[in-house]
């Protein structure tokens, strides 16, 4: 079976798709022109705390002075907005969406904003064969956050995908010079082959690999500063060899760390990414 794309329509489209498609891109690179680097933040399962991770590199980012952005991708479990502070509601003008800000001035959109509270995302598909639609629909509404909100003068755009490939995918294209990718993984060995997955489908699809945190690497007593062990193995040391970039940070577990205040262990990650974006 094969399947054709607006390129291979014989004849006069009279929806003018692929002049839409092309409208749509040249949006989303008109508001990302003042943007000097977008990067997503990926794994390869939940639970690993990539959302977190996500929210604490904002946060340190823009408490060194850097202007931060952050797009929450994961449409159906958004956390990011609420991790730094802020629930909207959005301010929509004659030119686009206002972003929210939150925590250290961090702008950040989200589908959160969108949704009733504790409701599920709901596409308004046809009714049969709706997972036909669905994926297009999100990247619509990915192009959406990208093309239609504010985003202004930035430093750096972190995109917080949902877990696995096929939002790097997503992402790169309606972001040709797209800055690269940031993993988190736990150490365990099972998070370790479900990480490597993904990070080798980003670079199948020509994706650059900026380096892992291994996040949750040991757990840290507040009271006498020991890091004791929490899970076993060494996945951001392993993948990083494998893929041969960067081992960022080892993060231990901080239960005083919130994303708003995320501590000075996530300053080498921020440290080593402005480093390699130069």
């Not at 959406?144 to 790097?168: I, M, R």
């Not at 760390?257 to 974006?277: F, K, N, Q, S, Y």
Request: net charge negative; aromatic share 6%; glycine share 12%.
């Amino acid at each position: 079976m094969t399947f054709r794309t607006y390129f291979d329509v014989a004849g006069k489209d009279r929806s003018d798709l692929l002049g839409q498609v092309m409208a749509q891109r040249a949006r989303v690179a008109d508001r990302l022109a003042s943007v000097r680097a977008v990067v997503t933040v990926v794994s390869g399962k939940g639970g690993v705390g990539k959302s977190f991770a996500t929210a604490a590199v904002a946060v340190t980012a823009a408490r060194r002075g850097l202007a931060e952005g952050v797009v929450d991708a994961d449409l159906r479990s958004p956390t990011v907005a609420r991790m730094l502070g802020t629930a909207g509601p959005l301010i929509v003008n004659e030119t686009g969406v206002a972003p929210a800000r939150g925590a250290a001035g961090v702008r950040v959109m989200s589908a959160d904003f969108l949704l009733d509270d504790g409701r599920p995302l709901a596409w308004r598909e046809p009714a049969a064969e709706g997972f036909v639609w669905r994926g297009a629909m999100e990247v619509g509404a990915l192009r959406t956050f990208l093309g239609d909100v504010e985003w202004g003068a930035l430093d750096l755009l972190l995109v917080d995908l949902p877990p696995g490939a096929d939002g790097v995918s997503d992402v790169a294209t309606l972001v040709p010079a797209l800055g690269g990718a940031v993993a988190v993984t736990i150490p365990s060995d099972e998070s370790r082959r479900s990480v490597a997955r993904t990070l080798h489908a980003l670079v199948d699809a020509g994706q650059s690999l900026l380096g892992v945190v291994e996040n949750m690497a040991g757990y840290a007593c507040v009271e006498c500063d020991h890091v004791g062990p929490l899970f076993e193995g060494s996945a951001g040391t392993e993948l990083a060899t494998e893929f041969g970039v960067p081992l960022l940070a080892r993060i231990p577990f901080d239960p005083s760390a919130t994303p708003a205040e995320p501590g000075a262990a996530w300053v080498p990650v921020v440290d080593a990414l402005i480093e390699r974006l130069r």
